[in-house]
């Protein structure tokens, strides 16, 4: 007894591949979606049935191997994990700070070099930026009770990088030495521009309450250092 293939492979949901085999007469079987007839004629392509056999195998013996419906859509792994510590896109988003523009008024060289780097490191919340020039600077960082770590710790639990970057939009004023501090005050009374802090966001710094300003401010020496940065109220 032997076996004639008359059709080639196809697709079938539960094997990968469908052969279909002429019928002399004989009854039909069916193994995996494998269609075989019994004739008496010569073997032809008893190859590819062997190889069709095993694919149907295979694809029984695994678990969970069934072939997809055409038009199903399956669960693909999600993204790569971030490596810990790793700074991202993401992750930088977390200190909310937008860009609200930088005013460095008069101000020239060295100073306005260094105003552009805090500016750009803090809409940028890069706390790595602000620790270093800091650091470097020896700058007084909330009355001097905060190191630069403590000032620039990310995330930003105590909302500090948004206020700087609305007070580098503010006007700032220079004294006499060159040196220039935002927000810009009177000379003679010490009054902010409130109107200008009000509508930065930033309040008046409670200057018409206590007839002192105790918001937030920077200062940079006409040198270039960054000298303070007060925490505000």
Known sequence: MSVIITAGFGYWPSCPCLVTC????GSVRSICGVRVTFVRWRVLLALPLALCLVGCSEAVSRPGSSAEAPGEVTSQPSASAEVPGEMTTHQSANCGAKDHGLNVGEAKGAVADKARQ?????VA???AALVRIASEDATELGNGLLTPQEMF????????YDPISRLLSVRPGIDEDGNV????????TGAPDADELEE?????????????????????TAQGQFESLGAGN
């Open 181 to 188: 501090f935002w927000p810009w005050r009177d000379p003679v």
């Open 22 to 25: 002429a019928h002399g007469g």
């Open 118 to 122: 805090i500016h750009q490191a803090v």
């Open 200 to 220: 930065a966001g930033l309040g008046d710094g409670g200057y018409q309450e206590l007839g002192i300003y105790i918001g937030w401010f920077m200062r940079i």
């Open 153 to 160: 710790a990310m995330p930003d639990t105590q909302n500090r």
């Open 125 to 127: 919340c890069d706390e």
